[in-house]
C-alpha cells in the first residue's frame, strides 16, 4: 500500500528544452509535506542538476518516462500539453485522478486543454496564476519573463556592433548606445536595468501611464505618448489589447524614437492573444545600419512586422531576433526559479498530504482549468464556446 503522495518529474520534452520543473533543492520541502519525488533520470542534466544531486536529497529516479506517469499522482512540469508540440505524446500516459500541474497555454491552445480534461485529470496552468499579493512566490510567468528581460539585452549586446557603455580612452570618446524598450511590464523592466547595467541611454514606452514611476526608478526616460490609455490594464495587472486605431496612432508617434535607436527591445503580449504589431517594416527601414530589436513577443508572432519566430532575419541592415522560449537558454537559474513558483504553488494545494481542489480559494480557482473530465475555467470555456457551469455561476469569472 502507498503511504506518500508521489510527485512525478519527467524530463521536459519541448523542442531546445533544457529546463527542469523541480530542482534538488526543493525535494526536502515536499518530503517534510509528505510527499515523495520520483525524477525521470536524466530529467535536470541539461539545466545543471545531475541525477546524484536528486538522489542526496531523497529524490527516488525512474528508469523511465512511462515509470513516472504510471506511479505518480502529481505531474510536475515546465510545459505540459498546450504548451509543448511535444506534449500529445504524454497524452495517454495520464490516467484519471492524476494532477498536473504546468504551463498549459489554455487560452491559445483551448482544445488541448480539452483532451486533457478528457483523460480525467486535474490540470492546473501557471499562466493563469493571478497577480495578487499572496500568489506572488507563485508567479512563474513573472520569473520567466525577468530572465527574458536580461537575456533578450545579452543577446542584442552581442549582435550590436557597437558597445553598451560610454568610455573615455587614449583613442577617444566612446558614446553609449540608445535602447528603447517597449512594454514596461516584468520583462521590459529587467531589460531596462540590464540596459543601464551595461552603460545604455534607455528610454521606455508601456501603454500604461502608471509604469512610469517603475521604468524612471530604474534611470530611464519614460516616453510620453499622450493618448486615451485609460483602459490600458486589467484588474490582473496585464495590458489589455487595444483597438487598431490606438496601435496605428502610438506607430507613428514612436517612428521618430525608434529611428533613433541603436537597440530596440519589444515586450507587449496580451494573455490568450495574438501580440501586437508596433514596430512595422517602414520603422526598420528607418534605423540604422547595424541596429539591433529582440522581439520577446516572438512566440505570439511578434511585435515586428519582420520577426520570424526562432530566427534572426536582417533587413535594410538591421538584425532582428526572434527568440523562443528564451528562459531556457539560461536553464539553471530559470528551473531554479519555476521550481521555487510550482513548490509553493503545490505546497499551497496540498493539505493534510492530499491534492485539495478549493474553489473559494482565488488562487485555486484561477489556476484550475480542467478537472472531472470536463473544462472548469470560465474563461477557456468561453474560448470553446461552452456555456458557463452552473457550479461556477457564484464564483465570478476571471478576470
Same mark, same amino acid.
Given at each position: 500500500?502507498?503511504?506518500?503522495?508521489?510527485?512525478?518529474? &519527467?524530463?521536459?520534452? $519541448? &523542442?531546445?528544452?533544457? /529546463?527542469?520543473?523541480?530542482?534538488? @533543492?526543493?525535494?526536502?520541502?515536499?518530503?517534510?509535506?509528505?510527499?515523495?519525488?520520483?525524477?525521470?533520470?536524466?530529467?535536470?542534466?541539461?539545466?545543471?542538476?545531475?541525477?546524484?544531486?536528486?538522489? @542526496?536529497?531523497?529524490?527516488? %529516479?525512474?528508469?523511465?518516462? =512511462?515509470?513516472?506517469?504510471?506511479?505518480?499522482?502529481?505531474?510536475?512540469?515546465?510545459?505540459?500539453?498546450?504548451?509543448?508540440? /511535444?506534449?500529445?505524446?504524454?497524452?495517454?500516459?495520464?490516467?484519471?485522478?492524476?494532477?498536473?500541474?504546468?504551463?498549459?497555454?489554455?487560452?491559445?491552445?483551448?482544445? #488541448?486543454?480539452? /483532451?486533457?480534461?478528457?483523460?480525467?485529470?486535474?490540470?492546473?496552468?501557471?499562466?493563469?496564476?493571478?497577480?495578487?499579493?499572496?500568489?506572488?512566490?507563485? =508567479?512563474?510567468?513573472?520569473?520567466?519573463?525577468?530572465?527574458?528581460?536580461?537575456?533578450?539585452?545579452?543577446?542584442? *549586446?552581442?549582435?550590436?556592433?557597437?558597445?553598451?557603455?560610454? !568610455?573615455?580612452?587614449?583613442?577617444?570618446?566612446?558614446? &553609449?548606445?540608445?535602447?528603447?524598450?517597449?512594454?514596461?511590464?516584468? *520583462?521590459?523592466?529587467?531589460?531596462?536595468?540590464?540596459?543601464?547595467?551595461?552603460?545604455?541611454?534607455?528610454?521606455?514606452?508601456?501603454?500604461?501611464?502608471?509604469?512610469?514611476? /517603475? +521604468?524612471?526608478?530604474?534611470?530611464?526616460?519614460?516616453?510620453?505618448?499622450?493618448?486615451?490609455? *485609460? @483602459?490600458?490594464? =486589467?484588474?490582473?495587472? $496585464? #495590458?489589455?489589447?487595444?483597438?487598431?486605431?490606438?496601435?496605428?496612432?502610438?506607430?507613428?508617434?514612436?517612428?521618430? +524614437?525608434?529611428?533613433?535607436?541603436?537597440?530596440?527591445?519589444?515586450?507587449?503580449?496580451?494573455?490568450?492573444?495574438?501580440?501586437?504589431?508596433?514596430?512595422?517594416?517602414?520603422?526598420?527601414?528607418? !534605423?540604422?545600419?547595424?541596429?539591433?530589436?529582440? @522581439?520577446?513577443?516572438?512566440?505570439?508572432?511578434?511585435?515586428?512586422?519582420?520577426?520570424? &519566430?526562432?530566427?534572426?532575419?536582417?533587413?535594410?541592415?538591421?538584425?532582428?531576433?526572434?527568440?523562443?522560449? %528564451?528562459?531556457?537558454?539560461?536553464?539553471?537559474?530559470?528551473?531554479? !526559479?519555476?521550481?521555487?513558483?510550482?513548490?509553493?504553488?503545490? %505546497?499551497?494545494?496540498?493539505?493534510?498530504?492530499? %491534492?485539495?481542489?478549493?474553489?473559494?480559494?482565488?488562487?485555486?480557482?484561477?489556476?484550475?482549468?480542467?478537472? =472531472?473530465?470536463?473544462?472548469?475555467?470560465?474563461?477557456?470555456?468561453?474560448?470553446?464556446?461552452? #456555456?458557463?457551469? *452552473? #457550479?461556477?455561476?457564484?464564483?465570478?469569472?476571471?478576470?
Amino acid at each position: 500500500m502507498k503511504n506518500h503522495m508521489i510527485v512525478g518529474i &519527467p524530463r521536459e520534452t $519541448y &523542442p531546445g528544452a533544457r /529546463q527542469v520543473a523541480l530542482v534538488p @533543492d526543493a525535494v526536502s520541502a515536499l518530503a517534510k509535506a509528505g510527499m515523495e519525488v520520483l525524477v525521470e533520470s536524466g530529467a535536470g542534466e541539461a539545466a545543471g542538476y545531475p541525477d546524484k544531486s536528486y538522489r @542526496d536529497k531523497g529524490a527516488k %529516479l525512474a528508469a523511465d518516462r =512511462d515509470e513516472v506517469f504510471s506511479r505518480a499522482d502529481i505531474i510536475l512540469q515546465v510545459h505540459a500539453s498546450g504548451a509543448n508540440p /511535444q506534449g500529445d505524446a504524454d497524452l495517454e500516459r495520464l490516467r484519471r485522478g492524476q494532477a498536473v500541474i504546468a504551463f498549459l497555454e489554455p487560452l491559445s491552445s483551448a482544445k #488541448a486543454a480539452q /483532451q486533457l480534461a478528457a483523460r480525467g485529470v486535474a490540470a492546473f496552468s501557471m499562466e493563469l496564476m493571478p497577480r495578487i499579493t499572496r500568489a506572488q512566490s507563485m =508567479d512563474a510567468l513573472s520569473s520567466m519573463a525577468t530572465i527574458a528581460g536580461y537575456k533578450a539585452v545579452l543577446l542584442a *549586446a552581442g549582435y550590436l556592433p557597437r558597445m553598451f557603455p560610454m !568610455m573615455m580612452t587614449a583613442a577617444g570618446t566612446v558614446t &553609449p548606445a540608445r535602447v528603447f524598450v517597449i512594454g514596461a511590464g516584468v *520583462a521590459g523592466l529587467q531589460a531596462i536595468a540590464s540596459s543601464r547595467r551595461l552603460g545604455a541611454i534607455v528610454q521606455a514606452y508601456d501603454v500604461r501611464p502608471a509604469v512610469k514611476e /517603475q +521604468v524612471e526608478s530604474l534611470g530611464a526616460r519614460f516616453l510620453e505618448i499622450e493618448l486615451e490609455a *485609460a @483602459d490600458s490594464e =486589467d484588474t490582473g495587472g $496585464y #495590458a489589455r489589447e487595444m483597438d487598431e486605431k490606438f496601435y496605428r496612432r502610438q506607430r507613428e508617434m514612436m517612428t521618430r +524614437v525608434i529611428a533613433e535607436s541603436d537597440v530596440v527591445v519589444t515586450t507587449a503580449a496580451v494573455p490568450g492573444k495574438k501580440a501586437p504589431v508596433l514596430v512595422t517594416a517602414e520603422m526598420v527601414k528607418g !534605423m540604422r545600419l547595424g541596429s539591433v530589436i529582440v @522581439d520577446l513577443a516572438a512566440e505570439r508572432g511578434g511585435n515586428c512586422e519582420l520577426t520570424t &519566430p526562432g530566427e534572426t532575419v536582417v533587413e535594410h541592415g538591421v538584425s532582428i531576433i526572434g527568440p523562443v522560449n %528564451l528562459p531556457s537558454s539560461v536553464p539553471f537559474h530559470s528551473s531554479q !526559479m519555476y521550481s521555487k513558483n510550482i513548490t509553493t504553488f503545490l %505546497l499551497h494545494l496540498v493539505k493534510e498530504g492530499k %491534492l485539495t481542489i478549493d474553489p473559494e480559494d482565488e488562487i485555486t480557482r484561477e489556476t484550475l482549468v480542467a478537472a =472531472d473530465g470536463e473544462i472548469v475555467h470560465p474563461r477557456v470555456r468561453e474560448v470553446l464556446g461552452l #456555456a458557463p457551469r *452552473a #457550479a461556477a455561476e457564484g464564483e465570478g469569472e476571471s478576470d
